[in-house]
């Protein structure tokens, strides 16, 4: 098979990851992971490959044997922005089918993106450091040698060694845990996964049950507000989507919610989701990102993209999943309210980008391409318009059909756009259904994966909403007196949207009518971030310089990318000395992702 994944190095198509086994000590001290891994990899030609190359970003590897012996090496030229190969010569060949075993010892580096390494002093109680991986989508590589793609799953075994309790995407085996100093952490992933799935943290954590088969895991002094705010939906978010798929295949499915640095809302690393603690908002609006992240535990994670290029096949698939588990749960409107909350997002990406450029495409170029820069809600949003198209165009109730039948074809595989497509049409093809084969037959394909901007926006039930819109629609006019009786019946996510309609008119409020709206409604006090931050663009947009120190103080204590991003953009247009400034004295708080992405931002890249 070649290799159809341009963000990769490896020469993944000669030789495919069996099972990786890492052995690392977590040194805070040095702010390293130090240790080997070892690959079981298996010759997919007949001799004819004389060399494994892995990738690698900026590693310090001290010795590779081949099968236990010693072994011809180099660690090449870097490649920007994949890193540098590290090639591994096999001076005969092998036989096709046959296992190979490398055995590298290495260390990471002070230039491992993949990592967080964080203070006593960065964490909540300020006892202890701390350290998490983020390795979505291409940073793997800067922790160990791998085939840092999606198109390659393998088991893995974790053995982790720290004087700090441990979690890891894979099921914990029983090990010499307890007592002072550093102790062992054993896990197991028997499911495989690609190299974008490893994950670890260590720290000072401590568990409680949200569900039969949940714990959530946090500081000791933020459990009992993480374990009130996800235990009332994890079963049913479980139960639904079992329904909707099939049965989960990971055994547990947990949550770690990490400290606020992190960049995302959640990653879904299996078996410990990592989630933001901006989730823990104390009204359990919040919690559709851990129905999102449960349910890349099918899409993504069991059934997922080749490439970066097709991440729509993970993050489309996910959003829809997310809706139909959030409107079983909540009312058929809620798919729609959720809907039209995205619409809103993809509006911004789109824009942002412009209309006919590449990365607003279903599929996209990646060819010396970071795919962190491409990264939007694009994916997510005009993947989920494609899935609910054709949902609607063969009927929910046929649709509904299709649904596992697509997962447990592509179980444990990787695939693209166009093995999604044929999957598609031969299911409905062979289906015995006439209309059906007739409506299939128009689906304009490449119009749907290649064209930019917009798609055509569907007629959304907008029950949820039409309050939240109305509202809105008073704000326009100056002489409109607000009362805090206004928003009393709002859910948190209805007070979204009012905010995001009142962001979008074409004259911004005055700033005197901005400082009006958040006093009224109380929302730069909420503990709700989505809500502050959204306030915040209206504020920044409005001229408003009274809520520069809230605006500055969120910033440099949260680094989820999707608040921080649209603030520091907005900031640098209303007062860019204090926009630098702020990113300059906080850029450390920020993991390397969000750095390099705020540095892009603001011209400083």
Known sequence: ????????????????????????????????????????????????????????????????????????????????????????????????????????????????????????????????????????????????????????????????????????????????SKGDGDKLFRFEQKVPIPSYLFALASGDLATARIGKRSVVATGPEALEAA???????????????????????????????LPPSFAYGGMENPIFTFATPTIISGDRQNVDVIAHELSHSWSGNLVGCASWEHFWLNEGWTTYLERRIGAAIHGEPQFDFSAIIGWKALEDSVSLFGADHEFTKLIIKHEGVDPEDAFSSVPYEKGFHFLYYLDRLVGREHFDKFIPHYFKTWANKSLDSFEFKKTFLDFFEGYGNAEIKEKIAQIPWDDKFYKPGLPPKPDFNTAYVDSCLALAEKWKSEEYQPSAKDIESFTANQTLVFLQAVQNFSKPLTPERSHLLGTTYNISSSKNVELKSAYYVISLRAGDRTELSGVVELLSSVGRMKFVRPLYRKLNELDRDLAVKTFKEHKDFYPSTTKGQLAKDLGLK
């Open 1 to 176: 098979m070649a290799p159809r994944d341009p963000n990769t190095l490896a020469n993944y198509g000669d030789w495919g990851m069996k099972h990786t086994t890492v052995n690392f000590k977590v040194n805070f001290e040095k702010q390293r992971l130090e240790g080997s891994v070892l690959l079981e990899l298996e010759s997919l030609t007949d001799k004819k490959s004389r060399e494994i190359i892995l990738d690698t970003n900026h590693l310090s590897i001290s010795s590779v044997k081949l099968d236990a012996a010693d072994s011809e090496w180099a660690v090449k030229d870097r490649v920007e922005p994949f890193g540098a190969p590290l090639s591994v010569s096999v001076p005969n060949g092998v036989s096709r089918g046959d296992v190979v075993k490398l055995d590298i010892a290495l260390e990471t580096t002070e230039r491992c993106v993949g990592l967080q390494w964080m203070t006593p002093a960065q964490t909540g109680n300020k006892k202890h450091p701390y350290v998490y991986s983020q390795c979505q989508a291409i940073l793997a590589r800067s922790i160990f040698p791998c085939q840092d793609t999606p198109d390659v799953k393998s088991t893995f075994t974790f053995n982790f060694t720290s004087p700090l309790p441990v979690v890891a995407s894979g099921v914990p085996v029983p090990s010499d």
């Open 227 to 257: 374990k009130w705010e996800l235990e009332s939906d994890m079963d049913k978010f479980l139960e639904v989507a079992e329904k909707l798929v099939f049965d989960y295949q990971w055994g547990e499915y947990n949550v770690l919610v």
